[in-house]
């Protein structure tokens, strides 16, 4: 894509990025009015966290040294991101040039994901600081699953922004740093699916060795490939939600023609529905392969058919009918519940039917609570920063180009 006006000269660039940092209106927007004040109240408990440690602010014990926040910001926050291979698999692989107009965006948001809900680890360890370890070689096990976990972690988030750099070279202008991240595109995809299909399964490889402590319900040797199979589909939910989001809060910075946008969305549709039936095939075959018919008539049982039918098998069915109606609200309520089902699934492993038998149960306090919200939010404040000042979607061809004090803020490129 080609920029349409004259770049900042280099000696601006530093005054380019700090009127860039400024707010920009309308500000006092009912989404700002309700997040900064829980964002201010999330970062003044992360304080008092790192003070007095974790205990003076959650409900961690000895049965459940995992709560909500690696539970919700971690299990569930990665399976979320999963739309950043699924989509880079279908461009660059399968060379479906249908979703490129909105490649770049969606890469951004699983490199934020990642950055924010797997940096959320920090949060959760009692010695911050040990993250290091698997790093810089201090008593750690190359067996681990958890040292292939972090690894794989720390390199895609290294590749996804390698990944993203282009268009931050092409807002700077740097064209010849543009032209070098921009010939490493199709091996650092390459590489992050390699990686995303390995760490994907890993996160659910690691509750393996938890066989006695989760519910026979949740538990099977095939947790690494439910894991894997359901990020497919969340991760599409979540770009089709993102979607339609910034489409009406962010229309103006986008410029893909409503009839291709439609046809996008309803291609993702497709995607998600056989995803997710291959994910409710695969549970029913273990289902009845384990025959737990007996647990169906118990509380955990009526959870346990909740989440398959209700959030699992429901939305795929929403998806294969919005789908073939061509209906966007069908599609976009499929999403959501698609996402809750996910959310859900990976609780109950992690969480709710974790030491299900325990009567020390755990229940994050509101400060957990309100630090996952803190997380979630800060996340799409710096998306929405990054959407609204370069060129993660194709820019409408009449749009008009922010200045301060005479530098540029925005490109102009023609739409996909």
Same mark, same amino acid.
């Given at each position: 894509?080609?920029?349409?006006?004259?770049?900042?000269?280099v000696?601006?660039?530093?005054?380019?990025?700090?009127?860039?940092?400024?707010?920009?209106?309308?500000?006092?927007?009912?989404?700002?009015?309700?997040?900064?004040?829980?964002?201010?109240?999330?970062?003044?408990?992360?304080?008092?966290?790192?003070?007095?440690?974790?205990?003076?602010?959650?409900?961690?014990?000895?049965d459940y040294?995992?709560?909500?926040?690696?539970?919700?910001?971690?299990?569930?926050?990665?399976?979320?991101?999963?739309g950043?291979?699924?989509?880079?698999?279908?461009v660059?692989?399968?060379?479906?040039?249908?979703?490129?107009?909105?490649?770049?965006?969606?890469?951004?948001n699983?490199?934020?994901?990642?950055?924010f809900?797997?940096?959320?680890?920090?949060?959760?360890?009692?010695?911050?600081?040990?993250?290091?370890?698997?790093?810089?070689?201090?008593?750690?096990?190359?067996?681990?699953?958890?040292?292939?976990?972090?690894?794989?972690?720390?390199?895609?988030?290294?590749?996804?922004?390698?990944?993203?750099?282009?268009?931050?070279?092409?807002w700077?202008?740097?064209? &010849?740093?543009?032209?070098? %991240?921009?010939?490493?595109?199709?091996? /650092?995809v390459?590489? *992050?699916?390699? +990686?995303?299909? $390995?760490?994907?399964?890993?996160?659910?490889?690691?509750f393996?060795?938890?066989?006695?402590?989760?519910?026979?319900?949740?538990?099977?040797?095939?947790?690494?490939?439910?894991?894997f199979v359901?990020?497919?589909?969340?991760?599409?939910?979540l770009?089709?939600?993102?979607?339609?989001?910034?489409?009406?809060?962010?229309?103006?910075?986008?410029?893909?023609?409503?009839?291709?946008?439609?046809?996008?969305?309803?291609?993702?549709?497709?995607?998600?529905?056989?995803a997710?039936?291959?994910?409710?095939?695969? &549970?029913?075959?273990?289902? %009845?392969?384990?025959?737990?018919?007996? /647990?169906?008539?118990t *509380?955990?049982? +009526?959870?346990? $058919?909740?989440?398959?039918?209700?959030?699992?098998?429901?939305?795929?069915?929403?998806?294969?009918?919005?789908?073939?109606?061509?209906?966007?609200?069908?599609?976009?309520?499929?999403?959501?519940?698609?996402?809750?089902?996910?959310?859900?699934?990976?609780?109950?492993?992690?969480?709710?039917?974790?030491?299900?038998?325990?009567?020390?149960?755990?229940?994050?306090?509101?400060?957990?609570?309100?630090?996952?919200?803190?997380?979630?939010?800060?996340?799409?404040?710096?998306?929405?920063?990054f959407?609204?000042?370069?060129?993660?979607?194709?820019?409408?061809?009449?749009?008009?180009a922010?200045?301060?004090? *005479?530098?540029?803020?925005?490109? $102009?490129?023609?739409?996909?």
């Open positions: 894509m080609s920029a349409t006006h004259t770049s900042p000269p000696q601006g660039t530093f005054r380019f990025i700090w009127n860039e940092m400024k707010p920009r209106p309308p500000f006092w927007t009912p989404f700002n009015m309700i997040s900064i004040p829980i964002i201010v109240v999330g970062m003044v408990i992360l304080v008092y966290r790192f003070i007095y440690g974790l205990g003076s602010v959650t409900n961690l014990n000895q040294a995992w709560g909500v926040w690696k539970g919700f910001n971690v299990i569930t926050g990665v399976a979320f991101a999963g950043a291979y699924a989509l880079c698999f279908t660059y692989v399968m060379r479906l040039e249908k979703y490129k107009p909105i490649i770049r965006v969606t890469v951004l699983g490199f934020l994901a990642y950055v809900y797997a940096g959320a680890l920090i949060l959760e360890l009692g010695r911050p600081w040990n993250i290091l370890n698997p790093i810089i070689g201090n008593d750690f096990g190359y067996n681990s699953v958890l040292f292939l976990v972090a690894w794989h972690f720390l390199l895609y988030i290294i590749a996804q922004f390698l990944e993203v750099s282009p268009v931050v070279a092409e700077l202008d740097a064209k &010849k740093a543009y032209r070098v %991240l921009y010939a490493m595109t199709l091996g /650092l390459v590489f *992050g699916i390699t +990686l995303s299909f $390995l760490h994907q399964s890993g996160l659910g490889a690691l393996l060795m938890a066989k006695p402590k989760i519910h026979p319900l949740w538990f099977s040797e095939f947790i690494p490939i439910l894991f359901s990020s497919i589909f969340a991760g599409i939910s770009v089709i939600v993102e979607g339609t989001l910034s489409g009406r809060y962010l229309k103006e910075h986008i410029g893909i023609p409503e009839a291709q946008s439609r046809a996008i969305l309803f291609g993702l549709a497709k995607g998600a529905a056989i997710s039936f291959a994910y409710y095939f695969f &549970k029913l075959l273990l289902f %009845l392969h384990e025959g737990h018919w007996d /647990l169906l008539g *509380g955990w049982g +009526l959870w346990y $058919l909740v989440e398959v039918f209700g959030l699992t098998l429901l939305p795929c069915l929403l998806f294969a009918l919005g789908y073939r109606h061509r209906s966007l609200g069908i599609v976009q309520t499929a999403a959501w519940l698609s996402l809750l089902g996910v959310l859900i699934n990976r609780l109950n492993v992690s969480l709710i039917a974790f030491n299900w038998e325990s009567v020390n149960r755990y229940y994050p306090t509101w400060m957990e609570i309100v630090v996952s919200l803190t997380v979630v939010l800060v996340e799409v404040w710096v998306f929405r920063w959407v609204t000042r370069m060129n993660f979607y194709p820019r409408p061809r009449a749009a008009r922010h200045t301060a004090d *005479g530098v540029p803020a925005a490109r $102009l490129v023609e739409t996909a």
